[in-house]
């Protein structure tokens, strides 16, 4: 008898976990009123774990991965700095086509900006979980702040004594 040999890999992983939530999102779905808030979000998340169950989703961790493989193959020779250098001419192509309402090629460009951002982390030695959760801190910091409008419409945060000026 032939048996299946199964990769276990990050990927395999998610998706079976993936298959288990989904489940477990249904049957406590199953225990709510259908109009009511639980079971609503217990339908949304059946239906996230079962499309990443699936294989039709990606997670943060995947994209992030499959990306750094591309520019570390497609630009060996890319630094985190240049991978920034490039971010700043994909910011002036969003300044561009936030002149013309195309929310198609808008979210383009705002993935081009991303991918610039994710490139330069990872170089610079910065993993999927490490931004993440910096990212989680940061906004932590931020919500405790003060903020005031400047007159250009951007923000600014009322700098503590205690904070360096940058």
Request: aromatic residues 10%.
């Amino acid at each position: 008898m032939d048996s299946v040999k199964v990769e276990l890999n990050e990927e395999y992983l998610y998706r079976a976990l993936s298959a288990n939530y989904a489940e477990h999102f249904m049957r406590n779905a199953a225990q709510c009123k259908a109009d009511s808030v639980p079971y609503k979000f217990a339908k949304m998340a059946h239906n996230f774990f079962s499309l990443a169950a699936l294989g039709q989703y990606k997670t943060f961790h995947m994209l992030f991965e499959e990306h750094i493989k591309f520019t570390s193959e497609t630009f060996p020779e890319a630094t985190p700095l240049s991978a920034i250098k490039h971010l700043r001419k994909e910011i002036d192509e969003v300044i561009d086509e936030l002149a013309d309402y195309n929310p198609v090629t808008r979210a383009v460009e705002y993935a081009d900006c991303l991918g610039c951002l994710l490139d330069s982390a990872a170089r610079a030695g910065v993993t999927p979980l490490d931004l993440l959760d910096a990212f989680d801190k940061k906004l932590a910091i931020n919500k405790s702040r003060t903020w005031v409008k400047n007159e250009d419409n951007t923000y600014s945060h009322v700098k503590d004594s205690n904070e360096r000026t940058v």
